[in-house]
């Protein structure tokens, strides 16, 4: 089932439209109770994905990050099951229906897509491949534990404020799982901004679903120092940390 909230996709198995309760968040314990929160750090993965400014060597190194993460959250995940990547050539995104004129990733189904384009190709840098790659990743995280699907069902008063804020905790907590996935794999990350500033495509950029950027950093940075997934549980956080 696909559905669209505010032009791009809710990253997880089912995407979600952006429903939400006035906070605090009470009487839903799959989001803030969520048995992935008492998992313990993720294990260490030796990921030597390198890549090249050729299709070939892009396309390998982003089955590469895939198969690591898979490895990384497989025993954090209660059901995991392997994610696989389908490379695609339309612009189209499958999710929020935009057309992205450059790379992107994005849960659409039970695949994660890619669709590899100059930008990603031929950039001798992996950073935006790597941020964009992780970030799509939350979608397995949030949809394979309930999370996206609590989410997707929450009452709500329709008030424009209300559902910002629910929205904010729900991909800042996607922000704080990206930082979780890239301490596993081993990546080194001084310029949290850098990392967040890949993770969408332009097209996205006027959107507001994410937060503040400050908090931005802040969710990531918590995910990536604790290495853990109950240090993203954005659903019991203050208001003003998810602004």
Not at 34 to 42: D, E, M, T
Not at 154 to 164: L, V
Not at 209 to 218: D, F, L, M
């Amino acid at each position: 089932m696909i559905m669209k909230l505010a032009g791009v996709a809710v990253a997880a198995f089912v995407l979600f439209a952006g429903p939400a309760q006035a906070a605090p968040v009470k009487g839903q314990p799959t989001l803030t109770d969520n048995a992935v929160y008492k998992k313990p750090a993720l294990k260490k993965v030796s990921c030597k994905a390198v890549k090249g400014t050729t299709k070939a060597s892009a396309e390998k190194y982003v089955k590469k990050i895939v198969s690591c993460l898979n490895t990384a959250w497989k025993g954090t995940i209660n059901g995991f099951q392997p994610v696989k990547v389908r490379f695609k050539q339309d612009e189209q995104a499958c999710a929020s229906g935009n057309d992205i004129a450059g790379s992107y990733a994005e849960i659409c189904s039970r695949s994660l897509d890619v669709r590899l384009a100059d930008d990603w190709i031929k950039a001798k840098s992996d950073t935006k491949v790597f941020a964009a790659l992780i970030r799509a990743w939350n979608g397995v995280v949030q949809g394979m534990t309930g999370i996206g699907a609590a989410y997707s069902a929450m009452p709500n008063d329709r008030s424009g404020e209300d559902i910002a804020e629910q929205t904010h905790r729900y991909f800042l907590q996607g922000d704080c799982f990206a930082g979780v996935s890239a301490k596993s794999l081993g990546r080194k990350v001084t310029d949290f901004k850098q990392v967040i500033s890949g993770m969408e495509p332009p097209e996205y950029s006027y959107l507001k679903h994410n937060g503040k950027p400050a908090n931005r950093v802040y969710w990531m940075k918590k995910g990536y120092q604790s290495g853990r997934p109950g240090a993203c549980n954005t659903w019991t956080a203050p208001a003003a940390k998810v602004a």
